[in-house]
């Protein structure tokens, strides 16, 4: 069955300071990738996807991600961090590996900034 | 151009009660999903509608929980008999299939209390 592991639950980065959250997925085929950000009593915001095609995506508020089929990953980066990035962030897998149907999400890493 | 609604936006309730959550999804969007929220559980799939077909059912965790969809636009998830266990956030989303870029587009969330 499809999985997605997040292995940090919780990350702390100074302002201006380089980030990447680790994503670790489980599934058969290519997968249909995605990342999505949740702020404090907010629902959640996609920040980028992959369905095929370049492995370096670029997304919204300056993340990217880049898949690596051969180590079943694809991590979220930023080059410099903003106060306004602290937020949760969730991985997430298309469960039927299509565009289309529910996702499988990652258990999620609490981001903190520190001034 | 609104995005998702969800009401209420806060319930609470007395175990043994039976609530009604309601989602508006964005126009036009075919398909709408139901997700739950919970501490250490993470978010978990409940339902997915699509069009007039049959709703994937799939991620309900017990004959409790159930779900309609009217006209092909509003939906409202129903918990019959509330337990503590489901005090959760529970989140709708909705996408407009027709190509391979599906992005689903959450909700805010109506946060569930059962005491």
């Known amino acids: 069955a499809q999985s997605v592991t997040q292995p940090d639950i919780h990350i702390t980065v100074s302002e201006g300071a380089s980030l990447e959250l680790r994503c670790n997925y489980s599934?058969?085929?290519?997968?249909?990738l995605f990342w999505y950000v949740q702020s404090p009593g907010q629902g959640l915001q996609l920040l980028l996807k992959?369905?095929?095609?370049?492995?370096l995506v670029q997304g919204i508020k300056g993340f990217e991600a880049e898949f690596k089929r051969s180590q079943s990953s694809f991590n979220l980066r930023k080059p410099s961090v903003h106060w306004s990035d602290a937020a949760e962030y969730f991985c997430?897998?298309?469960?039927?590996?299509?565009?289309?149907?529910?996702?499988?999400f990652g258990k999620g890493t609490k981001l903190s900034v520190k001034p | 151009g609104a995005g998702v609604s969800q009401s209420p936006s806060n319930k609470v309730t007395e175990k043994g009660k039976d609530v009604e959550l309601r989602c508006d999804p964005i126009?036009?969007?075919?398909?709408l999903y139901w997700y739950r929220q919970s501490l250490g559980q993470g978010l978990e799939f409940l339902i997915y509608?699509?069009?007039?077909?049959?709703?994937?059912k799939s991620g309900l965790p017990s004959d409790r929980f159930s779900a309609e969809r009217t006209g092909g636009s509003v939906s409202t998830l129903t918990i019959q008999r509330t337990q503590q266990e489901d005090s959760a956030v529970y989140l709708c989303?909705?996408?407009?299939?027709?190509?391979?870029?599906?992005?689903?587009?959450f909700g805010p969330g109506t946060r569930l209390t059962v005491l």
């Open positions: 989303a909705s996408s407009a299939p027709g190509g391979r870029t599906d992005t689903q587009y």
């Open positions: 599934y058969g085929a290519t997968p249909y």
């Open positions: 992959y369905f095929s095609g370049d492995t």
């Open positions: 997430a897998v298309g469960a039927y590996g299509g565009s289309q149907g529910n996702l499988i």
């Open positions: 126009s036009g969007h075919t398909a």
């Open positions: 509608f699509q069009g007039n077909s049959a709703p994937d």
